[in-house]
């Protein structure tokens, strides 16, 4: 099994990877508003975890154990860390969370104002699925490609995170049970990570069993990680989150402690971790000690 050290270095390693290509993402021969430019990467070169496409170039490497499936994987990386982004510049706005900071500095409508930040979301969206593309140059098949495409639009769109979205502002102040909040969060959060893993599945050529295992892998360890969010928001210092603490409280937004207590929503965490873990060692996957690793890695963070 991967040691603690070990995964803190791959995740470390990864992480440059996948800096590097996001400052390629954009055409250089393209003609594009400068400021429009500026703001998209204000955001997305802000750092953070790339957890999403982390688990893209895990993912794709795991089915056969070929570090070759992980490189063709990048632009799937790199789309959905766009997608994210997109969606954390809009969720920051007064319209939606009304946030002034993300990441340790200030939230890009805050910089940028706020048609601007709505735009600049609109282009890492759009130019997503442009990326997307690109991977049939790496020697992703063209149906492969085209099935990561039709993907994309369904786990971050309307029947997904976007779904998710809007029922989490529909019903902020009405979400009365657990199934309702956790509901919300399968689509809101663990979408778009099942999609992270059966993307790199793709670009690794994973069969039906697999890709099938990578989705109930992404739905619990985004389940997971929302509850984690949702416990870090209580017990976390505003230093190691780069936002502030107690923000749900201060909202009255409705959360796993607030419904179960925080000794429950940690037991949940760590069963919800046990489930995914378990689902991959029954997969027929190559090696998927990195992507285990990584699921008991963020079981354990605090930040």
Partial sequence: MTTSVAIHTYLEQQREIVEKALQTVFPTEWTMPGKLLEAMDYSLLAGGKRLRPILVLAAAQAVEGNDDASKRALPFACAVEMIHTYSLIHDDLPAMDNDDYRRGRLTNHKVFGDAMAILAGDGLLTHAFHVVTQAAKLGVPPERVLAVVQELAKYAGLSGMVGGQVDDMLGEQGVTSLQQLENIHLHKTSDLIAFSLRSGGHAGLADEKQLEAYGLFGRNVGLAFQIQDDILDLTGTADKLGKPVKSDERQ??????????????RKRVVDLTKEANETLLQAGLAKPDKLIAIADYLLNRDH
């Fill in 252 to 265: 009255e937004k409705v959360t796993y402690p607030f419904l179960m207590g925080l000794d429950e929503s």
